[in-house]
């Protein structure tokens, strides 16, 4: 029963969000379309209330990630008048990236570098898996073999063969997480590295809307409180614990972005010393990274894997 419920849910989201997008208002549209994403979320977390967090978090991420994209087109249909014929608008749901008109253009053939895609991604899948083995022989350093695992395995793994397998079928899908080590600044790794599918989900739908309002600092620092609150819904809802942790780790990031910019507005870049960038970058993501991944969390989603 539970399945099929969500299974609905998901189902109504996309045929609600694409009427919401042909009205003229774009008041109306927008408030729709993010009142649309907290109802299904409200609704989907009550009916797994009672399932184990493991679950509560999938659904909440995969209901979540199907609202998004109705805000998201609502804004991109709005800027270029334009519109995804309804077969494209149900695919953009079987990808996990946030840029709709994706799959507006499709190549006659397929995309060259697809096998490529597809190689590295299994290559790194069973890396992944390798590591997550390993992660239960382990009795030092567990936990951060398993979430290394896991990123590999579904970050750099599932998601580069999922990408190929739409650049194989003529849709131009990239890699969403692309070497996140090289980066040399803040600003580098969550716009250019790091799970490209929320940046370009929070740049749509927060970033943009406010930048003409309240300037590029303000529109960046609300974007990375917004990042919080998403992340406080898929992290500490499920295991109702620890919440306000995963908001202070973005807001701690939205400090960080706001003073690279004030230090590159006097003239000095971070990343123009690639040394001092990365450590710089380092020091950022994992000092405060207890705050994200944390202990609640952990015992009650990660360990029990």
């Known amino acids: 029963m539970i399945p099929a419920l969500i299974a609905l849910i998901c189902a109504c989201i996309p ?10 208002s774009m008041v109306i549209k927008r408030s729709l379309a993010w009142g649309m994403a907290a109802f299904a979320l409200m609704l989907a977390d009550r009916i797994v209330f009672a399932q184990p967090a493991v679950t509560r978090m999938i659904v909440i991420i995969v209901v979540l990630l199907y609202a998004m994209k109705s805000v998201t087109y609502v804004e ?29 253009k499709r190549k006659a053939e397929p995309y060259r570098d ?10 790194r899948l069973l890396l992944g898996l390798l590591l997550i083995i ?22 750099f793994g599932l998601l580069n063969i999922w990408a190929g397998a739409w650049r194989w079928a003529g849709f131009d899908c990239q890699q969403l997480f ?6 040399k600044s803040l600003n580098e790794f969550w716009s250019k590295r790091w799970n490209l599918a929320f940046s370009e989900m929070t740049t749509l739908s927060v970033y943009r809307p406010l930048l003409g309002i309240i300037g590029k600092n303000g529109a960046a ?10 992340h406080e819904l898929a992290i500490s809802l499920p295991v109702r614990q620890s919440f306000g942790m995963p908001l202070l780790y973005f807001v701690i990031h939205g400090i960080g972005i ?6 590159e507005g006097k003239g000095f870049f971070i990343a123009s010393i690639p040394w001092l960038g990365r450590v710089w970058t380092f ?15 952990l015992k009650a989603i990660m360990w029990p894997i």
């Open 134 to 155: 390993l992660s239960s022989y382990s009795s030092i350093g567990t936990t951060a073999l398993l979430l290394t695992g896991i990123s590999f395995a579904g970050h």
């Open 178 to 183: 692309r070497n996140p080590v090289m980066a």
């Open 76 to 104: 991109c249909s709005s800027r270029t008048q334009g519109r995804l014929p309804v077969l494209r608008w149900v695919a953009f749901h079987f990808w996990i990236g946030m840029k709709p008109y994706v799959f507006a």
């Open 114 to 123: 697809a096998p490529k895609y597809m190689k590295m991604g299994i290559a």
């Open 258 to 263: 706001v003073a690279e910019r004030v230090l």
């Open 221 to 230: 620092f609300i974007s990375f409180l917004f990042s919080g609150i998403m």
């Open 15 to 24: 045929v609600l969000g694409y009427r919401i997008a042909l009205l003229q």
């Open 283 to 297: 020091v950022w993501l994992v000092l405060p990274l207890p705050l994200l991944f944390n202990p609640s969390f």
